[in-house]
Nanobody, 125 residues
Framework: QLRLVESGGGLVQPGGSLRLSCLVS????????IGWFRQAPGKEREGLSC????????EYADSVKGRFTISRDNAKNTVYLQMNSLKPEDTALYFC??????????????????WGLGTQVTVSS
């Protein structure tokens, strides 16, 4: 059974960096597109970045483009989200999600089949 576990969140000052990890177990990551999402209190879940199963296609939301980078290490069954130049408005619960029905693409919509429980990121001085 597919399971996703996020880690790497925490408290960071504005301008700082964090690297989130999403460990995928129970399946072979090679066949899954992965997305990163976040949700702040009182706000809708926002798609941030995704990577196709092949790793050849990535997408970024305008709000994080140029600051966040998605990557994957299939040998470790892990997907990463490197977050730089963090801002207070980046404070949220961050989730990874997986789906094996996207073919050669990935999407920033929340219609992924499997989700982790999230890791909290707080950007504050």
């Amino acid at each position: 059974q597919l399971r996703l576990v996020e880690s790497g969140g925490g408290l960071v000052q504005p301008g700082g960096s964090l690297r989130l990890s999403c460990l995928v177990s129970g399946v072979t990551l090679d066949y899954y597109a992965i997305g990163w999402f976040r949700q702040a209190p009182g706000k809708e879940r926002e798609g941030l970045s995704c990577m196709s199963a092949s790793g050849t296609r990535t997408e970024y939301a305008d709000s994080v483009k140029g600051r966040f980078t998605i990557s994957r290490d299939n040998a470790k069954n892990t997907v990463y989200l490197q977050m730089n130049s963090l801002k207070p408005e980046d404070t949220a619960l961050y989730f990874c999600a997986a789906d094996n029905n996207w073919g050669s693409r990935c999407f920033l919509n929340p219609y992924y089949a499997s989700w982790g429980l999230g890791t909290q990121v707080t950007v504050s001085s």
